[in-house]
């Protein structure tokens, strides 16, 4: 017999198969690629099924879920089409028009020859605030600003509280002629009203164009620094025109548009000059004087430059300014001699005046000669001098300032002098540099 096998000592074991299937490597897709997703993918259809679904697939003829093969049908129905844009609302300024944002103006800061609005001229309430800003009249233009704002004007309408850009010229209107009448405080308070102008309120749904116009921008930096006691919100407030005046420029030079170009270059110089008078009225004057000294362009703004070295009391500095930088060299004459005046050298001050006297009628002239003439001894002189502008119409609070100085140094009832003056002043009637002037100026 033949023995019996002998059991294997594996046991039961399973047969490999020899050679294995392969098939070629998919290429790799990102999630860019347009291409289908792949039947492997776990993102195709099948993967996704559950295994009870999978199983049922497998056993009967029953229906079957529609694979790759065998695409879903198309709905039928359209995509409803997109609604149609809306226009955007216009913004609404309604808040810039209560009365009880503004304040009275009341007049016992004056003189009593200036406590008519309008001086000598009897004017009609209808006169367009144009008209008064030419006349020199500022507080008769702030009160019509108010009362058109308000709609409190006998002779204006209404004004639409969408009207961006009226609103805010009348609102600059009232504001500037605060501050040149010696207003300012009260500038300060209603200025709050704005609150951020850099806020997306202020901007065109459309164009994205600030509503606010750029004089009435830069003016709110200083009188909200002032409002809220703050000096500091006015350096980082002018670095933000700063950032938009750079972006305009882009703008402008990329469209080849020269006269946007060198608006906004001198804008952006304006603004540095600003932030260092910002940076004076902090009492940083050696920040100052490193912003000073790291503006470029030095051809721009090259008086206002010289006479801040001047402030801060560098006055090789302020010569550096204007040295052989115009043709005529009145600018560079006028700083001489003010840094002659600052340098205590009023002799040689006196002849750079006398100078410019004779090639320019200028009131500043004759206001720096006539304060040489005191300092060198012959105050007679220079207050002839200054009597002689006023008989000629001129009437700056500097020109009066001085007269009414000397007036207190000649004799003892200056007051008397000064009142006379007052009224002389007063009887001029228009000037466009502004006719009202207060006590202040009169030393009164």
Same mark, same amino acid.
């Not at 074991?13 to 299937?21: D, E, G, I, P, Y």
């Not at 844009?85 to 003189?111: G, Q, V």
């Not at 504001?175 to 300060?188: E, K």
């Given at each position: 017999?033949?023995?019996?096998?002998?059991?294997?000592?594996?046991?039961?074991?399973?047969?490999?198969?020899?050679?294995?299937? +392969?098939?070629?490597?998919?290429?790799?897709?990102?999630?860019?690629?347009?291409?289908?997703?792949?039947?492997?993918? %776990?993102?195709?259809?099948?993967?996704?099924?559950?295994?009870?679904?999978?199983?049922?697939?497998?056993? @009967?003829? @029953?229906?079957?879920?529609?694979?790759?093969?065998?695409?879903?049908?198309?709905?039928?129905?359209?995509?409803?089409?997109?609604?149609?844009?809306?226009?955007?609302?216009?913004?609404?300024?309604?808040?810039?028009?209560?009365?009880?944002?503004?304040?009275?103006?009341? #007049?016992?800061?004056?003189? %009593?020859?200036?406590?008519?609005?309008?001086?000598?001229?009897?004017?009609?309430?209808?006169?367009?605030?144009?008209?008064?800003?030419?006349?020199?009249?500022?507080?008769?233009? $702030?009160?019509?600003?108010?009362?058109?704002?308000?709609?409190?004007?006998?002779?204006q309408p209404a004004i639409d509280p969408h009207d961006s850009a009226r609103i805010f010229s009348l609102l600059y209107t009232r504001l500037a002629c605060l501050t040149l009448i010696d207003? +300012?405080?009260?500038?300060?308070?209603?200025?709050?009203?704005?609150?951020?102008?850099?806020?997306?309120?202020?901007?065109?749904?459309?164009?994205?164009?600030?509503?606010? %116009?750029?004089?009435?921008?830069?003016?709110?930096?200083?009188?909200?620094a002032i409002g809220f006691g703050d000096p500091r919100r006015s350096i980082m407030a002018y670095y933000d025109l700063a950032r938009d005046a750079r972006s305009q420029l882009a703008s402008?030079?990329?469209?080849?548009?020269?006269? $946007?170009?060198?608006?906004?270059?001198?804008?952006?110089?304006?603004?540095?000059?600003?932030?260092?008078? #910002?940076?004076?009225?902090?009492?940083?004057?050696?920040?100052?004087?490193?912003?000073? $000294?790291?503006?470029?362009?030095? @051809?721009?703004?090259?008086?206002?430059?010289?006479?801040?070295?001047?402030?801060?009391?560098?006055?090789?500095?302020?010569?550096?300014?204007?040295? $052989?930088?115009?043709?005529?060299?009145?600018?560079?004459?006028?700083?001489?001699?003010?840094?002659?005046?600052?340098? @205590?050298?009023?002799?040689?001050?006196?002849?750079?005046?006398?100078?410019?006297?004779?090639?320019?009628?200028?009131?500043?002239?004759?206001?720096?000669?006539?304060?040489?003439?005191?300092?060198?001894?012959?105050?007679?002189?220079?207050?002839?001098?200054?009597?002689?502008?006023?008989?000629?119409?001129?009437?700056?609070?500097?020109?009066?300032?001085?007269? +009414? +100085?000397?007036?207190?140094?000649?004799?003892?009832?200056?007051?008397?002098?000064?009142?006379?003056?007052?009224?002389k002043v007063a009887a001029m009637g228009k000037t466009p540099n502004g006719w009202e002037r207060t006590n202040a100026d009169f030393k009164l």
């Amino acid at each position: 017999m033949d023995p019996p096998s002998e059991p294997s000592a594996k046991g039961h074991t399973r047969n490999r198969s020899a050679v294995k299937a +392969t098939r070629p490597r998919s290429s790799t897709k990102g999630p860019l690629d347009a291409d289908e997703v792949s039947l492997n993918s %776990p993102l195709s259809p099948q993967s996704q099924l559950s295994p009870q679904a999978s199983q049922r697939n497998s056993l @009967g003829p @029953g229906p079957k879920s529609p694979g790759p093969s065998s695409p879903m049908p198309r709905s039928t129905t359209h995509s409803p089409a997109p609604p149609p844009k809306r226009a955007p609302k216009p913004k609404d300024f309604s808040f810039l028009l209560r009365p009880e944002n503004y304040h009275p103006l009341n #007049a016992l800061n004056l003189p %009593p020859a200036f406590r008519t609005s309008t001086g000598p001229e009897q004017l009609s309430p209808d006169t367009p605030i144009a008209e008064l800003l030419s006349r020199g009249y500022f507080r008769a233009a $702030a009160i019509s600003a108010t009362q058109i704002l308000t709609s409190t004007s006998s002779t204006q309408p209404a004004i639409d509280p969408h009207d961006s850009a009226r609103i805010f010229s009348l609102l600059y209107t009232r504001l500037a002629c605060l501050t040149l009448i010696d207003a +300012t405080p009260i500038a300060a308070q209603e200025v709050k009203i704005l609150e951020d102008l850099n806020s997306p309120f202020y901007l065109d749904d459309t164009t994205k164009e600030h509503l606010v %116009p750029w004089d009435l921008r830069v003016l709110n930096v200083r009188l909200q620094a002032i409002g809220f006691g703050d000096p500091r919100r006015s350096i980082m407030a002018y670095y933000d025109l700063a950032r938009d005046a750079r972006s305009q420029l882009a703008s402008s030079i990329s469209r080849h548009d020269n006269s $946007a170009r060198e608006l906004w270059k001198d804008r952006l110089a304006e603004l540095g000059i600003k932030v260092a008078g #910002a940076l004076v009225e902090m009492d940083d004057l050696a920040g100052a004087r490193v912003h000073l $000294a790291g503006l470029g362009e030095k @051809g721009r703004m090259s008086m206002a430059r010289a006479l801040l070295w001047l402030h801060l009391g560098d006055v090789d500095a302020a010569r550096e300014c204007v040295v $052989a930088e115009d043709e005529d060299g009145v600018k560079e004459k006028v700083v001489l001699a003010l840094c002659d005046m600052a340098d @205590g050298e009023y002799e040689r001050a006196l002849d750079r005046w006398l100078d410019l006297r004779e090639e320019s009628d200028d009131e500043m002239v004759g206001v720096n000669t006539a304060v040489c003439l005191l300092y060198v001894g012959r105050m007679q002189e220079g207050r002839e001098l200054l009597e002689g502008l006023v008989d000629a119409g001129r009437s700056s609070r500097t020109l009066l300032f001085n007269l +009414t +100085t000397m007036y207190e140094l000649c004799t003892e009832k200056a007051r008397n002098l000064k009142m006379k003056l007052a009224d002389k002043v007063a009887a001029m009637g228009k000037t466009p540099n502004g006719w009202e002037r207060t006590n202040a100026d009169f030393k009164l």
